[in-house]
């Protein structure tokens, strides 16, 4: 029987997260499986892979063959370079403590990238987010002052209506009536 570490989808509609699975080959792909030995979020930045690490590389050892997915997964945490290293200790070219050396001198290596990466994102969206807040506050000074202005010209214009009726009635109107004196010129 060919046995395969594989993805079984889970999820959502593009939404999707997997299970990490040891499956007979000939199983459909949500079908049935030997066990779970982990889960996959690809949602995430960076990807989210939890594995048990110690069952991945039992089954890697005895000879499951995982996708290339899989394979990449098991590269990224690690699980490749310790059958390569067991490997070698197998057939005597290293001792176990310089396979178990090796292994977390690259493990704190892969830790310190990671966590490099995840503080970067973090700055980033900090400064994303502080870049944002300053537009909002620029285009909110600007609204501000717009209606600042246009209070201002409101304000004069009603200042000059006011002097204009001011002015409007500090002027009598002239009586039209004629003198005592020219009402019959005209006759």
Known sequence: M???IRLARRGRKKQA???????DARAPRDGRYIEKIGRYNPNTDP???ELNEEKAFQWVMNGAQPT????AMLSYRGIMLKKHLQIGVNKGAITQEEADKKFEAWLQEKESKIESKKDKLAKEA????KA????ETKVKEARAEALKKKS???DAAAAEEAVAESAEAVEEPKDETPAEGEENKGE
């Open 47 to 49: 990807a989210t892979i």
């Open 2 to 4: 060919a046995v395969k």
């Open 132 to 135: 944002r807040k300053e537009a």
């Open 152 to 154: 201002e010209a409101e």
């Open 17 to 23: 997260l997997y299970d990490v699975v040891v499956a």
């Open 126 to 129: 900090a400064a994303s987010a």
């Open 68 to 71: 290339d997915t899989v394979r």
